[in-house]
């Protein structure tokens, strides 16, 4: 049973396209997250949902979008994408104050 | 701003001997530490962690230390097997301040040598 699932696992896309990742997580936790992680291999956090509620934005562009339907699932729409969004899109989710679970990551290439 | 730093990008040791990974950070409100370990084309992995209360958390052939002085958390493989050969990065968190959000470090890979 995958705990943490996203899809697709590879996208390659041209610029100025817009774009959506998906993430689910089966294990009840309350919280889900999006990182990013540049060519430098840098993991950094963009978003995180808790009961549906936005509660950290690391000043993202207003182009990347998170959209949570429910407790499960936790979406990443990205709007008129460039060549800087290169890079693989983590998606991770926790249980309040416990380690995070992760994805296996997207990989997204802008032509 | 990079809060968390692994100088070391790699590491190579032999299976058996004991494999040591360093993590420094420099904001004094970080109080939960992590070790997540990551294979290709996989997401990282949760390891072992420690809180800020302790100055060490041991699990296995994993031991975690911290010195809060210092700003500064290693973690002890031992014996190395080749099976750790991967990625390791550290995080911290402000868990105690109600943020869960990592601070990652940008991760040593580890080659264990059979």
């Known amino acids: 049973d995958t705990a943490v699932s996203q899809t697709p696992k590879y996208l390659v896309t041209q610029m100025g396209n817009d774009k959506s990742i998906k993430c689910e997580q089966n294990?009840?936790?309350?919280?889900m997250y999006w990182y990013k992680q540049d060519s430098k291999k840098f993991l950094k956090i963009m978003f995180s949902y808790n009961n549906k509620e936005l509660i950290i934005n690391e000043t993202v562009p207003n182009r990347f979008s998170p959209k949570s339907p429910d407790k499960a699932h936790l979406n990443l729409h990205i709007n008129s994408l460039e060549l800087g969004d290169s890079a693989v899109y983590f998606c991770a989710s926790s249980q309040a104050n416990q380690p995070q679970h992760f994805g296996d990551g997207t990989r997204l290439s802008i032509l | 701003d990079q809060q968390v730093k692994q100088n070391s990008p790699s590491l190579s040791v032999q299976e058996g001997r004991i494999s040591i990974l360093n993590c420094d950070y420099t904001n004094s409100m970080f109080d939960y530490f992590l070790w997540y370990k990551k294979y290709p084309a996989e997401g990282p992995t949760f390891l072992i962690s420690i809180s800020s209360i302790k100055d060490k958390n041991e699990d296995g052939r994993f031991t975690v230390f911290l010195n809060k002085s210092a700003k500064h958390l290693s973690l002890h493989i031992v014996p190395s097997q080749p099976g750790d050969s991967a990625v390791y990065f550290c995080?911290?968190?402000?868990?105690?301040?109600?943020?869960?959000?990592?601070?990652f470090g940008t991760g040593t890979r580890l080659t264990v040598i059979p």
């Open positions: 995080a911290a968190s402000r868990y105690r301040s109600g943020a869960n959000n990592l601070f």
């Open positions: 294990l009840g936790h309350d919280t």
